[in-house]
C-alpha cells in the first residue's frame, strides 16, 4: 500500500512535502501542483536563512563548507534531508514527523521527529521513501482512513459501497449523490 500523496520528484520533494503537509495541518485543502512549487521554494529559502541565523548550531553537522552548502542550497532541484527538515520545523514553527515504511509489516514507522519544541499536537507528516524522495502523509487519522477506503474503494470496486458509506458517515462526511 502507498500511503503517500504522490509529491513529485522534482527535487523539491522536501520542501513540497512540507509545505503540502502545514497546509493540511491548518485544515486548507491541498495547494495547487504551480502554488505548491512556489511555497516550497519560498520555504527552501527561509530553510537557508534560518542555517545563517543558526550557524553557530548547525555549522557543526553541516559536512562541506558551511556558506557553500547554503548556496546550494538554495538552488531549486538541490534535494534536502535531515538538516532541512529540522530548519523547516524553525522556520514553520511546527512540529514534524518523518516515517518511513517497515518493509516486513507494511506498516509507517517514525523514524525521526523535529520541532518538538512547538509541540507534538498535529505534526506535519512527512514520508520518506527511500533513495532521497519524500512525500506528504495526510495531517490527521481521518484524513488517513479516507486515503486508505479510497485505496480500497479502488480495489474492491463497489462490493464495500455499503461499508464505506457507513464509515464516511461516521467520520461526518456528507455524501451526495454525486459521489456515485
Known amino acids: 500500500m ?20 502545514s497546509w493540511l495541518r491548518a485544515g486548507k485543502p491541498s495547494p495547487s501542483e504551480s502554488l505548491e512549487k ?18 553557530r548550531d548547525t555549522e557543526w553537522f553541516i559536512e562541506d563548507d558551511f556558506d557553500t552548502y547554503v548556496f546550494q542550497m538554495r538552488q531549486p532541484h538541490v534535494w534536502g534531508g535531515e538538516p532541512e527538515l529540522l530548519m523547516s520545523s524553525h522556520v514553520l514553527k511546527i512540529p514534524i514527523t518523518v516515517y518511513m515504511r517497515d518493509i516486513s509489516s507494511g506498516s509507517l ?8 519544541e512547538y509541540g507534538n499536537e498535529n505534526p506535519v507528516r512527512v514520508l520518506y521513501h527511500g533513495y ?17 477506503w479510497n ?11 455499503p461499508e464505506i458509506i457507513l ?3 461516521e467520520l461526518g462526511v456528507i455524501l451526495y449523490e454525486s459521489h456515485f
Request: one cysteine or more; proline letters at 3%.
Open 2 to 21: 502507498d500511503y503517500g500523496l504522490g509529491i513529485p520528484g522534482d527535487g523539491r520533494c522536501l520542501f513540497r512535502s512540507v509545505v503540502h503537509g
Open 38 to 55: 512556489e511555497l516550497a521554494d519560498e520555504l527552501r529559502n527561509k530553510v537557508a536563512d534560518e542555517f545563517i541565523k543558526r550557524r
Open 132 to 148: 532521497g524522495h519524500y512525500d506528504a502523509l495526510p495531517s490527521s487519522r481521518k484524513d488517513e482512513e479516507i486515503t486508505i
Open 167 to 169: 464509515f464516511l458517515h
Open 151 to 161: 485505496v480500497m474503494l479502488s480495489s474492491q470496486k463497489i462490493s464495500l459501497l
Open 109 to 116: 514507522k517514525i523514524i525521526a521527529e523535529y520541532g518538538q
